[in-house]
C-alpha cells in the first residue's frame, strides 16, 4: 500500500529539516551500531522540539495514516507519530482510545528505542490497563523483547503518579533478574519514583529484594536516599 497524501505532507517536512550532523550525532547516542540495542535504526536528525511541533501542526492525522508512520525506517517519524497518538489519546473517546491502545500494541516492533518507549508506554498503555489487572503488562515484562519489558515498566508511571505502587512493585519482581541494562535502569528509576511518592514502600520493596538486585538497578532507586543509608544498601547491611 503507497503512503497516504498526509503522511507524504510532514514527511516532506521532516525532511527539509534534516540535519546530517545531527543524523550522526543521534546514530551514536542511540546505538545503532551493529550488535548495539538500536542496530541499523535511521536518523534525519531533527531535534526533539522540531518533532514536537511538528506532532502539533500535525495532531489530526488519521489513526491509519500514523500506523503507516510506525513502520517507517526513520525515527523521527515513529517518534511523531506516537507524539501524536499520545495526544489523541488523551483527548479521545473509549473507542479512539482502545483504537489506540490496539495499534500500539501492535506496533511494538517499531516502538523500538528508549526514547519512543518512554515517551508513550505510561501515556497509551499505562493509561488504559486496569491496575488490578496486570496481565498485559506481565506478558510485556515476560517477552524476549527488550523494548516490550521496558513498555510493561515504563507503563507503571502512569499509576506512580496517580499514587497506585502495586503495578510498578509487581512488574518489577518479574524484571529482578533481567539481563539488559536498560532494563536495570528503567525498574531502579521506577522504584525511585515510587520513593519519592511514598519512601516506606520502595524501602520495603528494597529490603526483600536489594541482594538480588543488578548493582545499576539498586543505585537508580537509590539516587534520593540520604548518602549513609545508600551505602548501607550498596554495603549489604541493610
Known amino acids: ?55 502539533r501542526q500535525h495532531r489530526t492525522l488519521p489513526i491509519e495514516t500514523l500506523q503507516e508512520c510506525l513502520q517507517s525506517p526513520w525515527h523521527e517519524e515513529r517518534l511523531l507519530a506516537l507524539f501524536i497518538l499520545v495526544e489523541q489519546y488523551r483527548r ?47 506478558h510485556l515484562a515476560g517477552s524476549s523483547s527488550l523494548w516490550e519489558r521496558r513498555i510493561g515498566i515504563l507503563a507503571t508511571f502512569h499509576w506512580i503518579k496517580k499514587g497506585n505502587f502495586r503495578p510498578t512493585v509487581q512488574i518489577a519482581k518479574l524484571l529482578l533478574h533481567d539481563s539488559h541494562d536498560l532494563i536495570h535502569k528503567a525498574v531502579g528509576w521506577m522504584l525511585r519514583e ?35 543509608r545508600r551505602q548501607d544498601y550498596l554495603l549489604g547491611k541493610v
Not at 518512554?118 to 486496569?130: F, P, R
Open 1 to 55: 500500500m503507497g503512503k497516504t497524501e498526509h503522511a507524504l505532507n510532514f514527511q516532506r517536512e521532516m525532511h527539509a529539516l534534516a540535519d546530517s550532523g545531527r543524523a550522526e550525532i543521534s546514530r551514536r547516542f542511540f546505538k545503532t551500531g551493529p550488535g548495539e540495542y538500536g542496530e541499523g535504526d535511521r536518523f534525519l536528525g531533527l531535534r526533539v522540539p522540531q518533532v514536537r511541533s511538528l506532532a
Open 92 to 138: 479521545g473517546t473509549e473507542a479512539s482510545r482502545e483504537a489506540i491502545y490496539q495499534t500500539y500494541l501492535a506496533s511494538t516492533d517499531r516502538i523500538n528505542n528508549w526514547d519512543l518507549v518512554d515517551s508513550s508506554a505510561e501515556h497509551i498503555v499505562g493509561a488504559h490497563i486496569d491496575p488490578e489487572r496486570l496481565d498485559i503488562l506481565e
Open 194 to 228: 515510587v520513593g519519592k511518592r511514598d519512601l516506606p514502600c520502595e524501602e520495603a520493596f528494597l529490603v526483600e529484594h536489594y541482594r538480588a538486585m543488578p548493582r545499576t538497578m539498586l543505585r537508580y532507586a537509590l539516587e534520593r536516599f540520604p548518602e549513609s
